[in-house]
């Protein structure tokens, strides 16, 4: 069973066991609205948490400014923040090799369990209010690893989900690198659409419109979404100011935390694909040559240099972000 949340009105709460796993409630979160759209809708806290007011004093000659001048303006000493964790799930298979999208069944591997368990203990004692996930196995299975020892609820939501792919989903990088689309969506995705999917930019508004429903619920809280690269890179462009068409200059590493502070003077990005490690620093080894044993047709691979006119083929090592 599973209890929904909708427009801020939860059914009665039950149990639900995610995955035959213990101690791990879920709440599936679906069409969360803008905090626009009204005062207290989107997803409910477990108790409501009124924000408090903030009040500037009026500057004693005008008393109906609120105050931007010089020293006689007196600032609220309470900061109202949230902190707002955007996680990545885990490796998994598909990583580096095909894009997986929305495909059912697409679980952690063992390095992407080490991954969350690392992840878990990182975070420590930090005071998670809430966390939040995508409802794909890659995702919840990353949160998972968190909010378990917690003894969390672990609420999903759609909206987080990965970028809808179209007929690119499933699909083999290498053969998209050939796609008349591809430089498209590296350089020009405010303009793109993914063939029958969505475009980058509903994407991010999506995204950013959860975002901002979630932390209308938590005004002095630190929750964590756990979500995808190309999510989490959009939600960040767009808090930071970055056009979308500059986002893929940003690298959102698998477990990697970003980390934004929603503070009265707008978000600071305080963390950024946070790992725990420098190991994603090092130089990646130099190709290895091709063998030579079973091409001895290809033009410089038995060593000597190739005439000229010719092209020596090398293998093709390197990989995808």
């Known amino acids: 069973m599973q209890r929904r949340v909708i427009a801020g009105q939860p059914s009665p709460p039950s149990p639900l066991s995610l995955s035959g796993r ?7 979160v679906r069409n969360l609205p803008s905090p626009r759209e009204g005062e207290g809708q989107g997803v409910r806290a477990e108790a409501d ?18 105050g931007i001048m010089h020293t006689n303006v007196v600032v609220c000493k309470e900061k109202r923040v949230t902190l707002l964790l955007l996680i990545r799930h885990g490796t998994n298979d598909w990583v580096h090799g095909r894009l997986a999208g929305w495909t059912p069944g697409v679980h952690l591997n063992e390095e992407g369990r080490l991954q969350a368990a690392r992840l878990s203990e990182r975070l420590g004692d930090l005071p998670i ?35 809808r792919y179209g007929e690119w989903q499933g699909a083999e990088l290498k053969n998209l690198y050939t796609h008349e689309l591809w430089l498209g969506v590296q350089f020009y995705p405010s303009g793109t659409r993914f063939p029958n999917g969505e475009s980058l930019g509903e994407a991010q508004m999506r995204v950013v419109q959860a975002i901002d429903g979630l932390r209308a619920q938590h005004p002095t809280q630190i929750i964590a979404v756990f979500s995808h690269a190309d999510l989490i890179k959009l939600a960040l462009a767009y808090y930071i ?13 698998p477990c990697s935390l970003s980390a934004l502070a929603f ?3 707008g978000p600071r990005l305080i963390a950024f694909n946070d790992t725990g490690s420098l190991e994603h620093l090092r130089p990646h080894p130099d190709p290895q040559p091709a063998d030579t044993s079973a091409s ?5 691979a038995d060593g000597t240099p190739p005439t000229e006119g010719a ?7 390197e990989k995808p972000e």
């Open 296 to 300: 001895p047709d290809i033009p410089g």
């Open 241 to 253: 100011g970055m056009h979308i068409d500059l986002f893929q200059r940003l690298t959102i590493n």
């Open 22 to 28: 213990r101690g791990v409630g879920c709440v599936l």
């Open 129 to 163: 209010a809430a966390i939040y996930s995508s409802p794909l196995d890659r995702c919840v299975e990353t949160a998972t690893a968190v909010a378990q020892p917690r003894g969390m609820a672990l609420r999903l939501v759609d909206q987080v989900g990965e970028v």
């Open 49 to 66: 948490v009124a924000p408090a007011l903030h009040t500037v004093a009026a500057h004693p000659r005008n008393p109906t400014t609120c």
């Open 263 to 265: 503070e009265r003077m």
């Open 311 to 317: 092209v020596a083929i090398l293998p093709d090592t």
